[in-house]
């Protein structure tokens, strides 16, 4: 502001750059700057994410006196999350986006003591307790999109969203190599692994203090909006919910039943890691340009396209078996996952008022944990009864059911003019 006001005394100022330009270029920094922020924060999330996926089941597996629940802390971890989404959600309306991210981390740094404190006295439990504490972090950190829509303008909205979804990347690359060198680093097996989450939640708190997100005045957190149900009338957040839903669904039940369907297949574990590896960057990297192709074609048509990429995904699965199919396959879903995601959190945005905000995203949010946690919890069991076939061709219906939604949404709002085809 300083600069400015040095600016504004400068005898040549509105001659070289209009007072309104000037101050439109201020802010347009200041969102640039929240949304590199949020982004740095997202992938720290991602970090430890993807080190409680590669190291959770590992750990129950060693402590559970009964192996069958050796994936019990995973399941922890999402039902964590499924669970405090919509408080989360409400707490930030009460305390600002800001503290509400810090107060999350805090939580997330409790769990991962936890966590440490429960491979340290061998105790499974306490291991499941201390991932569905870390579940809360999970919660909040989910909000890191949405406060990108806060603070951008309607022009920038949908690549802001797309930008800070794209820090997953780096969290992709560094969590599994991170779980991979301090897995062994102290007595206790995965000790270092789950001390390492409370270094990287440190980090995500100095950087959530640095952002400039304003709280909601007290007139606006007085009043509530329209109910839930009202809002579940209107048909773009019903497709815009459902998209979520579906993308999370298919994408987290096949990427799931990879690893077995290939272990099944002989394959060795470097394959998998292969597969797995290329997944995540499918998942991640379209981010840089997802939202320039929401604001050049629509949101409706890359709706469309997401559905159609996860029905290849579905093709390519059932036409054979080789390294080469699951990989491809996986590609397929991980971007058809982007667009979904992507897509539908934008969509969501449209749907709601400044006061309305908490309980939709809370609600949308809650949605789709509580489908990441059926099909977690589901995945194995399917393809040990069924097969690897039967859960692809489970898809299907759910796919076609959603993309016929997308179209039929995209016919109405060409007739109302909101999207141009």
Not at 197 to 218: E, S
Request: glycine fraction near 8%; proline fraction near 3%.
């Amino acid at each position: 502001m300083q600069l400015a006001i040095l600016c504004l005394d400068t005898p040549n100022f509105k001659k070289d750059l209009p007072v309104r330009n000037y101050f439109k270029a201020l802010t347009l920094a200041e969102d640039q700057r929240n949304v590199a922020l949020l982004a740095a924060t997202q992938a720290l999330l991602f970090t430890n994410n993807t080190i409680l996926i590669s190291i959770n089941g590992l750990a129950g597996y060693a402590l559970a006196s009964d192996r069958s629940l050796a994936t019990l802390p995973v399941t922890a971890y999402v039902l964590g999350a499924a669970l405090t989404t919509l408080p989360v959600s409400f707490l930030m309306r009460r305390i600002g986006r800001i503290n509400g991210f810090t107060v999350g981390t805090l939580i997330g740094i409790v769990g991962a003591s936890i966590c440490c404190t429960a491979v340290y006295a061998h105790q499974f439990w306490l291991l499941c307790f201390g991932t569905l504490v870390m579940g809360i972090y999970n919660a909040s950190g989910q909000y890191y999109r949405f406060a990108a829509a806060d603070v951008a303008p309607p022009e920038f909205k949908s690549r802001a969203i797309s930008l800070v979804l794209a820090g997953g990347l780096v969290g992709g690359i560094l969590g599994p190599e991170t779980a991979q060198y301090t897995k062994d680093l102290l007595s206790a097996e995965f000790m270092g692994s789950y001390l390492v989450l409370i270094l990287f939640c440190t980090i995500a708190i100095i950087l959530q203090r640095q952002l400039r997100i304003p709280r909601l005045t007290i007139a606006e957190q007085s009043n509530s909006g329209r109910s839930l149900r009202q809002i579940a009338k209107d048909p773009t957040f019903l497709v815009a919910v459902m998209c979520g839903m579906v993308g999370y669904g298919v994408m987290n039940l096949l990427m799931t039943a990879t690893p077995l369907a290939m272990k099944a297949c002989q394959f060795s574990f470097k394959s998998t890691v292969f597969v797995i590896e290329w997944h995540v960057f499918a998942m991640f990297a379209p981010s840089f340009f997802t939202g320039t192709l929401i604001k050049r074609f629509g949101v409706c048509t890359i709706l469309s396209i997401g559905v159609l990429f996860c029905l290849g995904c579905v093709a390519i699965a059932l036409s054979g078996i080789e390294v080469m199919h699951f990989w491809f396959a996986l590609v397929l879903i991980g971007i058809g996952w982007n667009f979904l995601y992507i897509g539908g959190t934008t969509l969501l945005t449209e749907t709601h008022t400044i006061a309305e905000k908490a309980k939709v995203q809370g609600a949308n949010d809650t949605a789709i944990f509580l489908t990441m946690a059926a099909s977690s919890a589901t995945s194995g069991w399917l393809f040990s009864a069924r097969g690897w076939e039967v859960m692809n061709y489970g898809a299907i219906p759910f796919l076609i059911f959603t993309g016929i939604s997308i179209l039929l949404l995209a016919k109405r709002r060409t007739l109302t003019g909101i999207e141009r085809q």
